[in-house]
């Protein structure tokens, strides 16, 4: 699950980047998420200290939309939120379409879902769920190589829609094995940046 800091970098950089809002004011955020201006403060420094946020008296201001997003895409530990997978003997597409309708969809079919096209083929479907009683009762536990990994979410995620906003997808992009997550990863960044 994400910690404070990440939930509030994935904030910045969706209203940054999709919303092209480049201005805060760390109250704001405070007052969005219920905490304290000291964890608001405490998550700035990474991003500030790289000159990827600038901070002014009343606010701060983003400067460098990628390198904020790469500061998220390594300090990101999404093998960790792994709460459950199996082997499915399904194609990807077919996966996808028996996910229950609370699943939030990250990856290749989130990109595939957002934009209408997959930059390369995949057979690996990865979802957020937090109740994964369904899934399990949907695809059983079975032995060899896992095609569906559900995730644990953080309590905010479901605001974002039925998949991960694109600047979480650029950071769960970043942090997978297959080979063709780089394929995946290219074709997001010339389309957010």
């Not at 509030?8 to 940054?16: F, G, K, N, P, Y």
């Not at 964890?39 to 606010?59: C, D, H, Q, W, Y």
């Not at 990863?185 to 940046?193: A, P, Q, S």
């Amino acid at each position: 699950m994400l910690k404070k800091k990440e939930i509030v970098w994935r904030e910045i950089l969706c209203q940054s980047i999709d919303k092209k809002t480049r201005q805060f004011t760390q109250k704001q955020l405070a007052k969005k998420f219920g905490y304290s201006l000291s964890t608001i403060f405490n998550a700035l420094k990474i991003p500030r200290a790289s000159g990827a946020v600038e901070v002014k008296s009343k606010f701060f201001t983003v400067r460098d939309q990628e390198k904020f997003l790469n500061i998220w895409s390594t300090f990101r530990n999404l093998a960790k939120d792994i709460i459950y997978e199996t082997r499915v003997d399904a194609p990807a597409l077919q996966i996808e379409g028996l996910m229950p309708a609370d699943a939030i969809f990250t990856a290749y079919s989130a990109y595939r879902q957002k934009f209408s096209d997959a930059p390369a083929d995949y057979d690996k479907v990865y979802v957020y769920a937090a109740n994964p009683a369904e899934i399990k009762k949907r695809f059983p536990p079975q032995k060899g190589y896992a095609n569906l990994i559900v995730l644990k979410p953080d309590v905010y995620l479901k605001n974002y829609g039925p998949t991960v906003p694109a600047t979480q997808l650029y950071a769960d992009l970043w942090n997978l094995p297959e080979w063709y997550a780089k394929d995946f990863l290219n074709g997001l960044k010339e389309k957010i940046l």
